[in-house]
């Protein structure tokens, strides 16, 4: 199964938390919400630790479900200043509770990319460092081994942005997002087969990625010869493909894109259509489905202000974090159902806290249940503090 958004180093991401823990409170709710419990929190005020959150799409939010009975989630956590070395914590679900996986002796500096397909074999991936790195788990301890030189670059944003998808020890893949510079390139992934590390050539260059089975991953990209616009890319187990996109509908001037592709099969994938408007606010305007068939637009049924995620619920409907429009912000968490019926719930948080953010949910496979995680503050002096959140529906 795929680990799952936009990068946000680790440094950067610790200082913004901060300082959106000083400027913006919301008002807390209680433990548990409209079915939504908050199921266990990461870290300890005045600390801060925020969800790792590197990757593209539904690819790299640090946490990662491959079935009921297991669940992986990766955080980094930094003193209150944020302004040393952020340390790496591991937490894995093996079907009653949430528990701390050790990672003593890793020397993680910066894990880019989270991947698991079950509790016997999960990877971590770093790509800052010199000599890039792959960390296994056999469901006893961690394995180290040195990725070959091509595996991870860096993008044009002089950052390393990783998409990981893991259905098995020997089948693994690993993206890196966004393009390398202002030349023409020839885009691919790495295959990991269980022996080496193979070179897989893609029809674009991927920039979010969300995998649902190792004959079923989704891919939205850029050309590789920079042309301009998007290209949906997908990948059927033997070879990639690419599926046109639907056809914006916008106003004169604005400019649309698709964004945050999240799938349950061939015949179920969700975009969301993000309108840079020529006048005003940009932000999502739309949903686009696929069935398998066609593309259907689908309505937001609620005024948003932002849009932070979605992800398909497995059986045709979605799930979406968003937050309300100003001046609450409200976040909250929604569903659509196949049937085409709406409902959300205010994201709770827990006795003392406030909600920061939610930044990933996905659902568990082969229930009707779901994951979400992100942070919480706790409120003090300063900037007060921030611990991890997991939430379960």
Known sequence: MLARRLPRPALAIAAALATAAAARVVPAQGATTAGWQVATTVGQDPRITYLLDPGGGNAGDGFVAPDANDAWSVWGSCAASCGGKAATIVEHWNGTA????????????????????????????????????????????????????????????GVVQIAAADFAPSDVWLFTLGQQGLSPQTPYAGHFNGTSWVK??????????????????????????????????????????????????????????FQIPAASGPGDLWLDQYVAKNQGSPGTTSLEHWNGTAWQPVPLHYRTGVVATIASDGSGGLWMIFAGPRPAFTEYFAHLTSGGTWTRTVIPATTGTTVQQASVITAVPGTASAWAAGELIVPGEGSGGIVGAIWQH
């Open 98 to 157: 949430w528990h701390r996986v050790a990672t003593a002796g890793l020397n993680l500096t910066s894990t880019d990319a989270v991947a698991a397909s079950s509790a016997t074999d999960a990877w971590l991936f770093e790509g800052y460092d010199a000599n890039a790195t792959a960390r296994h788990w056999d469901g006893t301890a961690w394995t180290s081994s040195a990725l070959p030189p091509w595996a991870i670059r860096f993008n044009e944003s």
């Open 200 to 257: 897989r050539r893609l029809p674009a260059i991927p920039d979010e990625v969300d995998a649902v089975a190792r004959n079923d991953i989704w891919a939205l990209g850029t050309p590789g010869d920079l042309s301009g616009g998007q290209v949906l890319m997908h990948w059927d187990g033997t070879t990639w493909s690419t599926l046109a996109l639907p056809t914006p509908s916008v106003p004169p001037g604005d400019s649309a894109f």
